[in-house]
């Protein structure tokens, strides 16, 4: 079992930066896939970005390409997402996750965090 759980969320202006982090608890936690998903309202949650557990591949969302990165330290069990010149389409609920599959985990991975909003603003 895998207990995630995300923080930084909040209000920001388009254009505006945030950075949100995902604590995990478990002690394998190189072994794990790390992602962010989205969910805006009223649509199907969608991948953003994943790294594997050395950090030697990440995958993105051709929609965040350039604008958000995604990093992982494994001496903290902790993943970050980076969010720079955020847009109004960037607006949704952010979920941490787990898995042992980069494929898998862009679909539906095995460990979910429950949240944080992000609301970005005109």
């Known amino acids: 079992q895998v207990q995630l759980v995300e923080s930084g969320g909040g209000l920001v202006q388009a254009g505006g930066s945030l950075r949100l982090s995902c604590a995990a608890s478990r002690r394998t936690f190189r072994s794990y896939v790390m992602g962010w998903l989205r969910q805006a309202p009223g649509k199907e949650r969608e991948f953003v970005a994943a790294?594997?557990?050395?950090?030697?591949?990440?995958l993105y969302a051709d929609s965040v390409k350039g604008r958000f990165t995604i990093s992982r330290d494994n001496s903290k069990n902790t993943v970050l997402l980076q969010m720079n010149s955020l847009k109004l389409e960037d607006t949704a609920v952010y979920y941490c996750?787990?898995?042992?599959?980069?494929?898998?985990?862009?679909?539906?991975?095995?460990?979910w965090g429950r949240g944080t909003q992000v609301t970005v603003s005109s």
């Open positions: 790294v594997t557990g050395s950090g030697g591949n990440i």
């Open positions: 996750a787990a898995d042992l599959s980069i494929y898998s985990i862009q679909v539906m991975a095995a460990y």
